[in-house]
């Protein structure tokens, strides 16, 4: 396993973990918020988590804050959140920060081994108008993430196989082809 196994999180239930708890299974690690305009993407988070669970797949979701405070909530209201608002039933892991000079452990190795995502539209660009428009600071250049819901896929080996944009939806075909390819 790489270094990310030994990086110790805490669910969200407050239990010290490390992802070598999920030796041997390809993961998608995704920076989650609860108020954010891609929120709806739990819903396919699920549906992808049900299709490959028995198959050796884990999705892996860590709050964050990081991004015009669309997490505001403690860990007992982003479980709550996510177990009535959208029925989730992958692992949810305590909040972190992903960016910035307090970025956890695991989000700065993941960066390391994905320094670029594979985009899916201009989130970026959309995202700077916005900010501009609004007096706020312009989105995060690579290597940093972009926004709330960028994933990563993990190899069985604990490895990053891949880093996809936050606007590219966990349906999408580049998405589940790794998956597929991951798991085989």
Known sequence: MSTLSSIPV????GTPATLADYSGKV??????ASKCGLTPQY????????????????VLGFPANDFAGQ?????QEIAKFCSTEY?????LFSKIAVTGPAKHPLY??????????????????????FA?????????????LLWNFEKFLVGKD???????????????????TAIEQALA
């Open 10 to 13: 805490t669910t969200i239930n």
């Open 27 to 32: 993961l998608l690690l995704v920076n989650v």
């Open 43 to 58: 819903t396919a988070l699920e549906a992808l988590y049900q299709q490959f669970k028995d198959k050796g797949f884990e």
């Open 71 to 75: 997490e505001p909530g403690t860990d």
């Open 87 to 91: 029925p989730v039933s992958f692992p």
């Open 108 to 129: 700065a190795e993941l960066i390391a081994e994905a320094p670029e995502h594979i985009v899916a539209g201009p989130m970026r660009e959309g995202l700077a108008g």
């Open 132 to 144: 501009s428009a609004n007096g706020f600071p312009p989105p995060n250049e690579l290597p940093e």
């Open 158 to 176: 604990g490895t990053v196989i891949a880093r996809f944009a936050p606007d590219m939806t966990p349906d999408d075909p580049r998405i589940t």
